[in-house]
């Protein structure tokens, strides 16, 4: 019997994601069309004996993770749980903290997912590999290949060619360790826990002993119970014959901002071609024309002379006038592109409308297509005092006008613009 556990963090992370973060907890933002960790709970239910997901992470309890998780129950035929933290553990501390949860009904192994990654989810792959080596008691992580410079940006794992033990891990180093990064994706046995309670009575005792002394704690409050899997398990594990990697060759990237979202979506319905034929749009005659994947909800309505695609999703309830042209973009629910509008590199809020003749458009912040190893760069917002093109993002409720551009900006929810903008913040 297996479980899996998916990571899905809180309010204070996700702050990249903003504006669009604000109307809806990060995990459940839709990519290729359906909620991001939509994905990983598909991923999950493919896996034989897969038993419950439980979803880790400190948000509040809110309507919209509850009716998720209701459908997602329905749709999988899966117990899914939401164990919500008091305050953010680490992404060891979270399941050290639900570790009876998880072990109960004695799983023999569980997956650990974390919530901001898209990728083809090798599970089965993981699990035989894992089988296949024979040893009960070793833990598995996912592993791809970076180029030099961007590895420094992740998890570095330095492994043995034929055995693929992990000898030597780095978060984020200063100098570059290995081209092999770490995807957020594990597969552990119970006996992982004893190791993060190992970490769990080693903080405490220095926190004690930091007490004693009356040494005050570098961040002025400091749990025991806070532990990073990576920087404070992995690292102690490599090199002792616990710790292995399973290289993947398909799809992975991060999904730390709202630029990056567009990047995974081209991934997730580029792969549906293959796993979800259904999700895309047909390009026959009477309906718009479409080129390459495109995602529409069935309750969206696009007149017959809209061009989209390609690498578009269309939301629920949108409607997309006459000779309208969208590519490289999401849409949200509710949105409204009136007559001749033109959508490039954007996210489209919920319930937005942008007027006949306006122009929105974003700079695509893609990785090298000449790389085959290179990954989505975590942009800063600024740099050298100027907003870093990149992607346009309309908040929820965004009203802009007939005939404007609005370029490489960032528009808050609820603002109704009066004239074209370009490389701004509209607060």
């Known amino acids: 019997m297996l479980k899996a556990v998916i990571l899905i963090g809180g309010p204070q992370k996700g702050t990249r994601f903003r504006p669009l973060s604000f109307e809806v907890p990060k995990p459940l933002f839709p990519v290729a069309g359906v909620p991001m960790i939509q994905h990983h709970i598909e991923a999950c239910t493919k896996v034989p004996s897969m038993k419950e997901i439980l979803l880790v992470g400190f948000y509040q309890p809110n309507e919209a993770l509850s009716r998720f998780l209701v459908s997602a129950q329905q749709e999988f035929k899966i117990p899914i749980r939401y164990l919500q933290e008091y305050a953010a553990l680490g992404t060891g501390g979270g399941i050290y903290h639900f570790r009876d949860q998880i072990l109960s009904g004695c799983p023999e192994a569980f997956f650990v997912l974390n919530a901001d990654v898209c990728s083809e989810f090798p599970l089965p792959e993981m699990l035989a590999f894992q089988q296949q080596r024979g040893d009960p008691h070793s833990f598995l992580m996912l592993g791809t290949t970076a180029n030099r410079k961007q590895s420094l940006n992740y998890g570095c794992i330095v492994a043995n060619t034929e055995t693929c033990e992990v000898l030597h891990y780095v978060e984020k180093p200063s100098t570059f360790v290995s081209e092999i990064i770490n995807c957020g994706i594990y597969l552990f046995t119970p006996a992982i826990f004893q190791h993060i309670g190992e970490v769990f009575q080693r903080t405490q005792q220095e926190l004690l002993l930091g007490t004693c002394l009356g040494e005050e704690s570098p961040n002025g409050w400091q749990r025991a119970e806070v ?76 007149d017959h002379s809209a061009v989209l695609g390609p690498n578009v999703s269309i939301g629920k309830g949108v409607t997309v006038g006459a000779g309208v042209r969208v590519r490289e973009s999401i849409i949200l629910h509710g949105a409204s592109l009136q007559d001749h509008t033109c959508v490039l590199n954007s996210i489209v809020g919920w319930d937005s409308t942008i007027g006949r003749w306006a122009r929105v458009e974003g700079t695509p912040s893609d990785p090298n297509p000449n790389d085959p190893y290179a990954r989505m760069d975590s942009e800063t917002l600024f740099r050298d005092g100027r907003l870093t093109p990149s992607i346009t993002i309309l908040g929820c409720n965004v009203t802009i006008p007939a005939e404007v551009v609005i370029l490489n900006s960032i528009v808050l929810p609820h603002k109704e613009l009066s004239r074209s903008f370009k490389n701004q913040i509209i607060l």
């Open 227 to 302: 532990i990073r899997l990576e920087q404070d398990v992995f690292t102690a594990l490599a090199g002792r014959g616990k710790l292995y990697v399973y290289k993947t060759d398909g799809f992975w990237s991060q999904i730390k901002s709202a630029g990056s979202a567009i990047y995974a979506s081209r991934l997730y319905l580029s792969q549906y071609s293959q796993c979800h034929p259904e999700r895309l749009a047909p390009d026959g005659p009477g309906g718009p024309t479409i080129r390459g994947n495109v995602y529409i909800h069935p309750t969206a309505s696009i």
